[in-house]
Nanobody, 124 residues
C-alpha cells in the first residue's frame, strides 16, 4: 500500500505560480514512479506530469510543457509540481498517483494508488 497526500493548492491570478506537494508513505522501500493528473468539472482526469524513481525521466503533457516542472525528494518521500505561468484553463483538482512499476507513464490506468486531490483555481 502507498498513501499519498497532496497539498499546496489554492486560488491564484493568471500568470501566477503555485507549488504542489505530495507526501507519500507506506511502501517507501519500493521504487515507484509518481505522477500528477488533473480533473476539471465535467471532464476526464488528464495526465499532467510524471517522474521516475531516480528522477532521470520526466514526462509532461503538451499543455504544460515549459510552464510546469515535476521533481521529487526521495529522502522526504515527496513529489512536487512547480506550476508557473498559470492560466484559467489550468483550474482543476490536481491528484498525485503512484505507479509501483516505476514507469512514468501518461496512462491513468497504470497508476494504482491515488491521493484525495487538491484544488487549484486560476482567476483571469
Amino acid at each position: 500500500q502507498v498513501q499519498l497526500v497532496e497539498s499546496g493548492g489554492g486560488l491564484v491570478q493568471a500568470g501566477g505560480s503555485l507549488r504542489l506537494s505530495c507526501a507519500t508513505s507506506g511502501r517507501t522501500f519500493s521504487r515507484y514512479a509518481l505522477g500528477w493528473f488533473r480533473q476539471a468539472p465535467g471532464k476526464e482526469r488528464d495526465f499532467v506530469a510524471a517522474i521516475s524513481w531516480s528522477g532521470s525521466t520526466a514526462n509532461y503533457a503538451d499543455s504544460v510543457k515549459g510552464r510546469f516542472t515535476i521533481s521529487r525528494d526521495n529522502a522526504k518521500n515527496t513529489v512536487y509540481l512547480q506550476m508557473n505561468g498559470l492560466k484559467p484553463e489550468d483550474t482543476a483538482v490536481y491528484y498525485c498517483a503512484a505507479d509501483v512499476r516505476d514507469i512514468p507513464t501518461t496512462r491513468r490506468t497504470n497508476y494504482l494508488y491515488w491521493g484525495q486531490g487538491t484544488q487549484v483555481t486560476v482567476s483571469s
